[in-house]
């Protein structure tokens, strides 16, 4: 076997197999539960003491497999997240169109306003600035002649 050297300029001593426990530690164990550990190798420096563990060939060949599943799952749950966030963010744009660019300041810094909101609000906000008025086109009006808010009767000022 070959010497594994530290950064100290000692040599790594083996000590044998060794299991490193992840996870929580439960007291109470159901005969049918797993214990999660990772089985390796545990070396000790003969200078400075550092230890190194080394992971079981086989653990990490099975935990690249793992990982290869959950990636997919992963990557999926995350466009999943960013599809509905797009979606929340136009209906916010479209909701809100009519509104001046203080209403929405007031809506962005508010917070807790429009509960449903508030994350698309928070996005909004660096782009309140560069918003350009003249090129909005007005809400349609309602049978009053004057602008319907989103929200009913509710003023906002």
Same mark, same amino acid.
């Given at each position: 076997m070959e010497e594994i050297k530290c950064s100290c300029g000692g040599t790594f001593q083996y000590l044998g197999p060794e299991f490193l426990r992840t996870g929580n530690i439960q007291f109470l164990v159901d005969k049918?539960?797993?214990?999660?550990?990772?089985?390796?190798?545990?070396?000790?420096c003969d200078r400075c003491r550092c230890?190194?563990?080394?992971?079981?060939?086989i653990w990490i060949s099975e935990r690249?497999?793992?990982?290869?599943?959950?990636?997919?799952?992963?990557e999926r749950e995350q466009q999943r997240q960013q599809a509905n966030f797009q979606a929340?963010?136009?209906?916010?744009?479209?909701?809100?169109?009519? @509104?001046?660019?203080?209403?929405l300041e007031k809506i962005a810094s508010g917070g807790s306003l429009?509960?449903? @909101?508030?994350?698309? &609000?928070?996005? &909004?906000?660096?782009?309140?600035?560069?918003?350009?008025?003249?090129?909005r086109s007005p809400a349609p009006a309602g049978p009053d002649g004057k602008t319907p808010s989103p929200l009913g009767s509710g003023n906002i000022s």
């Open positions: 049918d539960v797993e214990e999660k550990c990772i089985p390796g190798e545990l070396y000790v230890l190194r563990f080394c992971a079981n060939a690249k497999a793992w990982w290869e599943e959950q990636r997919a799952e992963v929340r963010f136009q209906a916010f744009l479209r909701d809100f169109a009519a @509104y001046s660019s203080q209403k429009f509960s449903g @909101y508030d994350e698309v &609000a928070q996005a &909004a906000t660096p782009s309140l600035g560069s918003r350009n008025t003249s090129s």
